[in-house]
């Protein structure tokens, strides 16, 4: 019997992998094996990587001609400026540079660990960055599609996850560890921040963490899931018309819409769903707002509600409708409290999100769900989402300056009552700035007791709208560059919390003027060194 001739062995090493041809031809041979594959044909060199990335990890490096740079990763780009940046490079570090560059951990990952995993096929789910938002996932989608049907990433043809994925991902870590497996908190109080007259609503929350089992360290941030607001909800369904106990995978629609679903920006999946339930005029609008596009220069507007409004009288079937929609994403919150001072009961400082748009008061779901509609004694699905890099330095006696305007306080009041409790001999200088010293003055008597106490060293205030000008933190840190300056020379660490699309780059810049003026250094000599405070961990951000 004739043998039919064995077949070219496949191509699973890139050509450019830093291997002799014999070592090659060996992994090849030995990775084959491996897979339980014969005689197929060589793969495009991006899904060869992605499977090299998932055999070999080190492989996620030069191996496809990668310098590991991320000129990118900068939360204030917005995402095209970040795709240009990043055109050329391989398909994951596009992927990176698709992500919101906060590595603010919501997604359960930072942003380069999520696009290495929805590379290699290993996370599914393109919708879950919070501040990349649709844009994100929109680009995400498009570019695991020019993975194809590669062998690598077997995600390429899974659909947008449906609500229910996130809820039943299987719990590798204990009960509130990680955002796969929250744990449940009691909503115990909320107390508003701001005096009477502040354009602002800002609230002190506390939760008790007694039966949820979990423990955090000052830095870290606390994972809430929220539930709609269920006016929200009942609009929804009036637009819909569907009844409200319209029965989905046993649960009834109201309850749905309320727990499991955000009602926030319409996603294209919806848009997708309206383009083939109607016809003409409205079909082509349907598509093109799927597609990413703006027909009526209203894109940015429609959340759900708005969607169905803009397509009054569609009648999708609620089951599809909801498959549509993108699961309910946990929002974080910097924990405001030390567990060595508050024990279980932890606090949060939270700012209520209200935006008008076209007559309709907007809300944000997490934060009013914390600030007016959680009932005391109510259970709240959470997680703690560990911030190491945000941490207090291993030795008490190095001093800390800590830049945290608005509520970018909540870590510095962790940090503070943990240094006094800790009796740690190092000083802490606290920059604190909002809207009116009348108004806006966050944990004023507490802060004025840490001081009287020794425990704050400095308190330094920026009230941006109590004269005619802004006035910033960064200005006062500019007019107290000097001292600034000496605290760093004795090795002070450097903590900035809040506002990550304008209040951190413009607190760096000021860095930087102060290193150049105080530090005899050039400009670039000045960028050099704030750079080598983040590198060797004496620069610390949490910034959203
Ligand atoms: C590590 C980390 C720590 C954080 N710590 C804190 C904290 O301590 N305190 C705190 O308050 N927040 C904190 N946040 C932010 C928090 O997670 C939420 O993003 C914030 O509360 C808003 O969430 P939400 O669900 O209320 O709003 P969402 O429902 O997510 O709505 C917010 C969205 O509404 C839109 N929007 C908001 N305002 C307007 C407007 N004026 N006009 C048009 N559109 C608008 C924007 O698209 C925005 O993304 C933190 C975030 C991270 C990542
Ligand atoms: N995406 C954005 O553009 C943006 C901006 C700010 C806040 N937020 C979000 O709003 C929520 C809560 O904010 P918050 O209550 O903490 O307060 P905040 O809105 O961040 O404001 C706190 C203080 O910071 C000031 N500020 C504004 N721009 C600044 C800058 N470039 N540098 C330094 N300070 C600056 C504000 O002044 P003025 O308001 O008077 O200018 C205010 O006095 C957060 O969720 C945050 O992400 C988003």
């Not at 024990?343 to 209200?354: E, Q, T």
Request: aromatic content about 8%; proline content about 7%.
């Amino acid at each position: 019997m004739s043998q039919s001739p064995r077949p070219p062995l496949p191509k699973l090493v890139p050509e450019n992998a830093p291997f002799t041809t014999e070592q090659r031809a060996w992994l090849n041979g030995f990775f084959a094996g491996f897979l339980e594959i014969d005689g197929i044909t060589a793969l495009p060199l991006e899904a060869n990587a992605a499977l090299m990335s998932r055999l070999v990890p080190a492989a996620n490096g030069p191996l496809d001609g990668d310098d590991g740079e991320a000129p990118w990763h900068d939360p204030a780009l917005a995402l095209p400026e970040r795709m240009k940046l990043a055109e050329g490079r391989p398909l994951r570090r596009r992927m990176m540079a698709a992500m919101g560059q906060q590595d603010c951990g919501q997604c359960g990952y930072n942003c380069q660990d999520y696009s290495e995993a929805v590379f290699s096929g290993a996370e599914k789910r393109l919708n879950l960055c919070v501040p990349g938002g649709k844009e994100t996932a929109r680009t995400l989608r498009a570019l695991r599609e020019q993975l194809g049907g590669a062998a690598g990433p077997a995600s390429a043809k899974v659909p947008a996850t449906t609500p229910t994925a996130d809820v039943t991902a299987a719990p590798a870590v204990a009960p509130g560890a990680s955002r796969d497996n929250p744990a449940e908190a009691i909503f115990l109080s909320r107390t508003r921040l701001n005096k009477p007259g502040s354009e602002k609503e800002t609230w002190h929350i506390e939760l008790d963490l007694a039966d949820a089992n979990i423990d955090y360290c000052v830095g870290d941030a606390f994972g809430i899931f929220p539930i709609n607001d269920p006016a929200l909800a009942d609009a929804v369904i009036a637009a819909l018309g569907a009844p409200a106990d319209f029965l989905i995978g046993g649960r009834r629609l109201r309850d749905v819409l309320i727990e499991q679903v955000s009602l926030g920006a319409a996603p294209d999946l919806l848009f997708q769903l309206f383009s083939y339930i109607t016809g003409g005029e409205r079909r082509h609008k349907a598509k093109a707002l799927a597609a990413g596009e703006d027909p009526d220069g209203d894109a940015a507007t429609l959340d759900v509600l708005a969607a169905l409004e803009k397509f009054r009288g569609l009648r999708p079937d609620p089951e599809a409708f909801i498959e549509a929609l993108d699961p309910m994403q946990p929002r974080l919150f910097s924990i405001a409290s030390s567990p060595k001072v508050a024990g279980k009961r932890m606090a949060l400082c939270v700012d209520g999100v209200r935006y008008r748009v076209r007559g309709r008061t907007r809300l944000g779901v997490a934060s009013t769900f914390l600030g007016e509609r959680v009932r005391t004694g109510q259970p709240v699905r959470c997680y703690i989402q560990k911030a190491p890099h945000f941490s207090l330095p291993r030795d008490p006696a190095i001093p800390i300056i800590m830049i945290g305007p608005g509520t970018g306080i909540a870590p510095f009041r962790a940090f503070l009552h943990e240094r006094m409790a800790t009796k740690a001999s190092g000083r802490n200088w606290l920059f604190f700035g909002h809207r009116h010293s009348n108004y806006d003055f966050f944990y004023e008597d507490e802060l004025a007791g840490m001081k009287a106490a020794g425990v704050l060293t400095r308190l330094s205030l920026a009230w941006s709208r109590d004269g005619s000008e802004k006035f910033y933190v960064q200005d006062r840190m500019r007019e107290v560059g000097r001292d600034l300056w000496a605290w760093l020379a004795e090795g002070a660490h450097i903590y900035v919390c809040g506002d990550a699309k304008h209040m951190a780059k413009d607190v760096e810049g000021a860095w930087v003027e102060i290193v150049a003026a105080h530090g005899a250094r050039t400009t670039d000599e000045a960028i050099a060194f704030v750079a080598n405070l983040k590198k060797s961990g004496r620069y610390h951000q949490d910034v959203y």
